[in-house]
C-alpha cells in the first residue's frame, strides 16, 4: 500500500483531475483523507459507485457531500446508463482547465488519476469509459497490482491499485470494509465479521433479517445460530458451522441479497474527513 500511494503522488502531477472511487454503501468508510491530502488543489470528483446497491443514505450523502462545495455523483460503474452522467461530471470537473490549456494552444487529452481503496469499482469504471475491457476486474480486494494507462476518448486515466486508509483507527468503519470486501477475506476472522454485521443490519435493517433468515432478535450470537438454523448450517452432534453461516451472510450482503443498505450516515462523512 506505501508503495502505491509512492506511485499515485509521483504520477498526480501528470494528471489534471483526479476521480475518487468510493462504495455507496459505505462512502465514509470507503474514504481515504491522505488520498485528498495529497491531491492538493487539483480538481475532484467523489465518485459513489455501486448506487444500485445503496438505499436513500447514499443519495442523503452525496447530497451532504455537494453541500460541502465538492463535485460528487452517485453511478453503477456496471451499468452503461451511467456513462452519460458520468462523462458530464467528468467534462464539468475540468472545463476550467481544458479552456485554459486551449487558451495555451495545449491539445495534449485531459489525464485523469483513477484512485479508491480496493475493490469499489475503479477499474469496472475505467471500463465503463473505455468501452472495453481493458482493465483487470475482480470482485474481491488487490484485483490491480499495478498502475493502467488507459485512453478512452479524448481523456487518459490511470487506474492505481487500491490503497487501504494509513491507518483505520475507527474500528466500526474498518469493520464495514470487511463487511463489502475491500479487506482480503484471507485475514479476517469472517465470524466475528459475521457477528459485527448481524449487530449492524439488526439496528438499521431487521426486517431484511426476519425475511430472508427468520432472525427474530436476540443476541448478535443468537441472530447467528438462527441465521445457522435457518439455511441448515448444522454439523454433526448439533453444532453450527458457523463457517458457514458467515460466508453465506457476507455472500449475501455483498451480493445485495439483503436489499438495498448504506451503513454510513452523517456522522461517519464528518469523522472521516468526507463533509
Given at each position: 500500500?506505501?508503495?502505491?500511494?509512492?506511485?499515485?503522488?509521483?504520477?498526480?502531477?501528470?494528471?489534471?483531475?483526479?476521480?475518487?472511487?468510493?462504495?455507496?454503501?459505505?462512502?465514509?468508510?470507503?474514504?481515504?483523507?491522505?488520498?485528498?491530502?495529497?491531491?492538493?488543489?487539483?480538481?475532484?470528483?467523489?465518485?459513489?459507485?455501486?448506487?444500485?446497491?445503496?438505499?436513500?443514505?447514499?443519495?442523503?450523502?452525496?447530497?451532504?457531500?455537494?453541500?460541502?462545495?465538492?463535485?460528487?455523483?452517485?453511478?453503477?460503474?456496471?451499468?452503461?446508463?451511467?456513462?452519460?452522467?458520468?462523462?458530464?461530471?467528468?467534462?464539468?470537473?475540468?472545463?476550467?482547465?481544458?479552456?485554459?490549456?486551449?487558451?495555451?494552444?495545449?491539445?495534449?487529452?485531459?489525464?485523469?488519476?483513477?484512485?479508491?481503496?480496493?475493490?469499489?469499482?475503479?477499474?469496472?469504471?475505467?471500463?465503463?469509459?473505455?468501452?472495453?475491457?481493458?482493465?483487470?476486474?475482480?470482485?474481491?480486494?488487490?484485483?490491480?497490482?499495478?498502475?493502467?494507462?488507459?485512453?478512452?476518448?479524448?481523456?487518459e486515466l490511470l487506474d492505481t491499485p487500491?490503497?487501504?486508509?494509513p491507518a483505520l483507527a475507527d474500528q466500526?468503519?474498518?469493520?464495514?470494509l470487511a463487511y463489502v470486501g475491500s479487506?482480503?477475506?484471507?485475514?479476517?476472522?469472517?465470524?466475528?465479521?459475521?457477528?459485527?454485521?448481524?449487530?449492524?443490519?439488526?439496528?438499521?435493517?431487521?426486517?431484511?433479517?426476519?425475511?430472508?433468515?427468520?432472525?427474530?432478535?436476540?443476541?448478535?450470537?443468537?441472530?447467528?445460530?438462527?441465521?445457522?438454523?435457518?439455511?441448515?448450517?448444522?454439523?454433526?452432534?448439533?453444532?453450527?458451522?458457523?463457517?458457514?453461516?458467515?460466508?453465506?451472510?457476507?455472500?449475501?450482503?455483498?451480493?445485495?441479497?439483503?436489499?438495498?443498505?448504506?451503513?454510513?450516515?452523517?456522522?461517519?462523512?464528518?469523522?472521516?474527513?468526507?463533509?
Open positions: 500500500m506505501a508503495k502505491a500511494m509512492r506511485m499515485m503522488e509521483d504520477n498526480l502531477k501528470l494528471c489534471d483531475a483526479v476521480i475518487f472511487v468510493l462504495d455507496a454503501r459505505v462512502p465514509a468508510s470507503s474514504y481515504n483523507a491522505r488520498l485528498a491530502d495529497m491531491v492538493g488543489a487539483k480538481p475532484v470528483l467523489y465518485l459513489f459507485n455501486k448506487a444500485d446497491m445503496a438505499d436513500g443514505g447514499a443519495d442523503a450523502a452525496i447530497a451532504l457531500v455537494r453541500k460541502s462545495g465538492k463535485a460528487a455523483l452517485g453511478v453503477s460503474a456496471a451499468s452503461p446508463a451511467s456513462l452519460r452522467p458520468l462523462t458530464a461530471a467528468m467534462d464539468a470537473l475540468i472545463a476550467e482547465k481544458r479552456e485554459r490549456y486551449a487558451q495555451k494552444g495545449t491539445t495534449r487529452p485531459m489525464r485523469f488519476l483513477v484512485a479508491g481503496i480496493p475493490n469499489t469499482g475503479k477499474s469496472t469504471l475505467i471500463n465503463l469509459l473505455s468501452g472495453g475491457k481493458k482493465a483487470q476486474v475482480g470482485d474481491k480486494a488487490g484485483v490491480t497490482r499495478a498502475k493502467q494507462w488507459v485512453k478512452c476518448g479524448t481523456a487500491g490503497t487501504m486508509p466500526r468503519l474498518a469493520r464495514r479487506v482480503n477475506d484471507d485475514i479476517l476472522d469472517k465470524e466475528e465479521v459475521a457477528l459485527a454485521l448481524l449487530e449492524e443490519l439488526w439496528a438499521k435493517y431487521s426486517q431484511r433479517l426476519t425475511e430472508r433468515y427468520a432472525i427474530e432478535g436476540g443476541t448478535p450470537l443468537e441472530m447467528y445460530e438462527a441465521l445457522c438454523a435457518r439455511r441448515g448450517f448444522v454439523l454433526r452432534g448439533g453444532e453450527y458451522d458457523y463457517t458457514r453461516g458467515a460466508l453465506a451472510l457476507l455472500d449475501d450482503f455483498r451480493k445485495g441479497r439483503l436489499g438495498k443498505v448504506c451503513l454510513d450516515g452523517a456522522d461517519d462523512l464528518r469523522s472521516a474527513g468526507l463533509i
